[in-house]
């Protein structure tokens, strides 16, 4: 519900902060004192578009901000998390600023965003049952644009007619009726290209396969090739090692052979020699072996030019690969796993289509049958609605008007049925019936919210509910009766009603009054909420006129203890 409105330089307004409270919150004043400004504000807090014409003369820009109170709707919460928008679950502030060029910001919960966001957060149009409840509910000059709404019509008359479930059946079954027919629509318009996209992922497959790539084949191949194409340099590296070590009278094998011998020979004059010469020994078998190992390493060593051309061809058909599908060989093997998997989903592509289109024929067979069983509810509750609806308007001084809930069966299914349901009335016995968006009056939108609200109940979660000009045109009893339905409304929730009626005025939890004041900057309005003896009087003025008598006084003392 809305705990503060805060509005600066818009209109006539000032400076303006109303602290608004749950329950129902009366607004009165004199003719001409800005009712109507107020409400504006609060239209366009609600995502209506603004225009540089409301900002006060001489200011640059207005601004306009309201603090909701979110504790009770998980449902808003979770919107402000799918939009991305910061939120502590219990608070919700909405500030938009209109400038005097024309441009205008939307900031929510300190973010900026747009028009489409504020929208779709605090004042959706209803679409589907339970899915977009507004935060706010709006019927009069300013805003009705849910009660115009068709779809909000079908969601009303559905939730009077408990449907609820079954709704939420057909939708689950809708949803994957529209993914399968997607899928088969897919399915069919590539199968158009089937066999091209074939043809080009077993090129790609083959071309993959010809490699006969393992892990670390990039790597291993550059070594041989270096290997290869060094192999001269390597295999005289290796000779000159050879016979440095092993190849004459002088290298380093013959000359260990002689320190060894020479130092056995004299170990008969010291016993120590033997074991110093150990370490020598060790490194004379440790050449040895090392001289054996590159006789065999020199016979590897391969120079022929065909092994060299072969190793240049496939690092060649690696590099080409590496440009088309990675880096690495992991890369190009980790495409070639992707294009199998699409080729056995082609390959398989007509299994799948025919399984598709089997279910497709289920799904439909279903919809069918639980948008018929909707259809019938639909029917039957239009006549009940329109008779309970007709005899709140009777009450409100609506006599003659006829209220007709038409249900409309259509040829093709869509997310919530087979039916269009729209509000119609007739202003009189002699007239047509007519949708309630050609001919009904802002006053008779209210009241026929009103009267809706009163016979269907207000839903899941608490909302705001803004009533303009709903005691238009009605006067005594008929106000009181307007009075007790505001009052039945509110509980629970928040109810901002603009009344002039005594009558609706001494229902008021809270009662708010809009004063109208000329000083040196020009006009300027005020809002402030009333003690119990200033709400005696406003009562007494709205009953007396400008002129307060002790009669008038009385009169709203009687209205308020009955």
């Not at 640059?60 to 799918?82: M, Q």
């Not at 199968?191 to 083959?206: G, I």
């Not at 120079?303 to 060649?316: G, T």
């Not at 009953?543 to 709203?556: D, F, V």
Request: proline share 2%; glycine share 6%; charged share 30%.
């Amino acid at each position: 519900m809305l705990l503060e409105l805060n509005v600066s330089q818009f209109a006539i307004i000032n400076n303006l902060n109303v602290k608004f409270k749950p329950g129902l919150n009366i607004m009165s004043g004199e003719t001409g004192a800005g009712k109507s400004v107020l409400l504006k504000s609060l239209a366009i807090l609600m995502g209506e578009k603004a225009s540089a014409e409301s900002v006060r003369t001489g200011a640059e820009h207005a601004i306009i901000e309201g603090l909701f109170d979110i504790s009770d709707r998980p449902d808003i919460v979770e919107r402000l998390k799918e939009q991305g928008i910061a939120s502590d679950e219990d608070t919700l502030v909405v500030r938009r600023i209109v400038s005097s060029q024309g441009k205008s910001k939307i900031y929510i919960n300190g973010g900026l965003s747009t028009l489409t966001t504020l929208q779709s957060i605090v004042s959706p149009l209803i679409e589907v049952a339970g899915q977009s409840i507004p935060l706010i509910e709006m019927t009069g000059q300013h805003d009705n644009r849910h009660l115009l709404s068709k779809s909000y019509h079908l969601d009303l008359l559905d939730t009077y007619t408990s449907v609820g479930s079954t709704r939420e059946t057909y939708l689950n079954q809708y949803k994957r009726y529209r993914e399968v027919s997607e899928e088969i629509e897919s399915i069919e318009t590539e199968s158009r290209m089937r066999e091209q996209r074939l043809d080009f992922l077993k090129f790609q497959r083959d071309e993959i396969q010809a490699l006969n790539l393992k892990t670390g084949d990039d790597v291993s191949l550059q070594s041989d090739y270096d290997r290869i194409k060094n192999s001269s340099r390597l295999g005289e590296w290796a000779s000159q090692a050879e016979d440095a070590l092993l190849g004459n009278d002088e290298s380093a094998i013959v000359r260990l052979h002689r320190v060894i011998q020479k130092g056995l020979e004299l170990k008969k004059y010291d016993s120590n020699i033997e074991g110093r010469l150990k370490a020598l020994s060790e490194a004379k078998s440790l050449i040895e072996e090392f001289v054996y190992d590159l006789r065999g390493y020199s016979n590897e060593l391969e120079s022929s030019p065909e092994s060299l051309e072969a190793l240049e061809s496939r690092i060649s058909d690696l590099r080409k690969l590496q440009k088309k599908y990675g880096d690495s060989v992991n890369d190009i093997l980790a495409a070639y796993e992707k294009i199998e998997k699409e080729l056995s989903e082609l390959e398989n592509s007509d299994q799948k289509l025919g399984e598709l289109k089997k279910e497709k024929l289920i799904l439909h067979a279903t919809l069918v049958k639980l948008a018929e069983q909707l259809h019938k509810k639909r029917e039957g509750g239009a006549s009940l609605l329109s008779d309970s609806v007709n005899g709140e308007l009777k009450d409100l001084n609506m006599k003659g008007v006829e209220f007709i809930v038409r249900v409309t069966k259509l040829a093709e299914l869509n997310v919530s049925g087979n039916s269009e349901v729209e509000f119609m009335i007739k202003p009189s016995p002699k007239d047509t019936e007519r949708s309630i968006s050609k001919i009904a009056s802002g006053g008779e939108l209210s009241r026929i919210l009103l009267s809706l609200k009163n016979v269907i109940g207000v839903g899941d979660y608490p909302r705001s509910y803004l009533f303009d000009e709903v005691d238009t045109g009605v006067s005594g009893p008929t106000a009181e009766k307007v009075g007790k339905k505001l009052k039945s409304i509110a509980k629970g929730q928040q109810v901002i009603c603009v009344t002039h009626l005594p009558q609706v005025a001494c229902f008021a939890d809270h009662h708010y009054y809009i004063n109208k004041s000329q000083n040196k900057n020009g006009v300027s309005m005020s809002v402030s909420e009333l003690a119990k003896d200033q709400k005696i009087e406003e009562i007494a003025r709205l009953i007396s006129g400008e002129k307060i008598t002790k009669t008038s006084l009385a009169h709203a003392r009687e209205l308020l203890n009955h």
